[in-house]
């Protein structure tokens, strides 16, 4: 695609600081529509600064940032979230002592107060999405399990009808069997015409389903390209995915597995 409105997202150039500190330097990467792109790296890389540089929550972040063809940098959140974007941040953020159903309803704000009256239909798609979400609707989000709030995290973020959702380390603190679950969800977004961005530790199981991938260290982009490529990559295999032609295997047979090699 070399046309930048062929482009969901295209960011050109993205630096970052926590005072004289620069967190993330130079940074290039787009999205096109319908596509899972992830961002693996260690921790401290600026995974998550890129993430909220990008939403409008850091005041010092620097580069182009273009959304759909439009200029998105100087935007502030409530003007980018009203365009299409939404973060579901590392910590969650929701609200403990209220319900499931109205932390769903606080994610529909921006379009209800911009007069669209379709939460309702919105909730039931998120209810379809997340079936546990409606049996506990009435429910405090602060007693639910780690898997059901990030499914609510998620679930309030879709009633903004995002074009892009951004997911900050969705699998953290959860069991496998509830990131099999989860992933399976991020995955299946993409019938609902969202793309994502999805930051993730966990880099094999963000390389399940990904289309693209970027590899973040020290603030900057070190490689980039096809999830297939990522994952056949020895230097990546060795750092990310496990160690030696074992680890390396093993990665494949779970790509292939997931039918995505």
Not at 56 to 82: K, P, Q
Not at 142 to 158: C, F, K, V, Y
Request: with cysteine; net charge neutral.
């Amino acid at each position: 695609m070399s046309k930048d409105k062929e482009w969901l997202l295209d960011v050109r150039g993205l630096s970052a600081s926590y005072g004289r500190v620069e967190a993330v330097h130079g940074i290039d990467m787009k999205v096109a529509p319908g596509q899972i792109v992830t961002v693996i790296g260690p921790n401290g890389a600026g995974k998550s600064t890129t993430l909220v540089a990008l939403m409008g929550l850091l005041h010092t972040a620097r580069g182009s940032v273009r959304f759909a063809g439009e200029a998105v940098e100087r935007m502030d959140v409530e003007d980018r979230v009203v365009r299409g974007i939404t973060l579901v941040p590392e910590s969650r953020a929701l609200f403990a002592q209220m319900s499931v159903q109205d932390n769903l309803l606080m994610g529909a704000f921006c379009r209800h107060r911009m007069g669209h009256r379709d939460h309702q239909e919105s909730m039931d798609l998120v209810y379809r999405t997340f079936p546990r979400l409606k049996e506990r609707r009435v429910q405090q989000a602060g007693t639910l399990s780690g898997g059901e709030r990030q499914m609510l995290a998620i679930g309030r973020a879709l009633m903004a009808k995002p074009r892009l959702l951004m997911l900050d380390e969705p699998s953290l603190g959860l069991a496998p069997l509830i990131v099999h679950e989860i992933f399976q969800v991020i995955a299946g977004l993409r019938g609902l015409g969202v793309s994502i961005l999805l930051v993730e530790q966990n880099a094999r199981a963000a390389l399940d389903i990904a289309d693209y991938g970027y590899v973040l260290e020290l603030g900057a982009v070190t490689l980039e390209g096809p999830r297939a490529a990522l994952a056949d990559n020895q230097r990546i295999v060795e750092s990310y995915l496990g160690a030696g032609p074992a680890a390396a295997g093993a990665a494949r047979r779970d790509l292939e597995a997931a039918g995505v090699a």
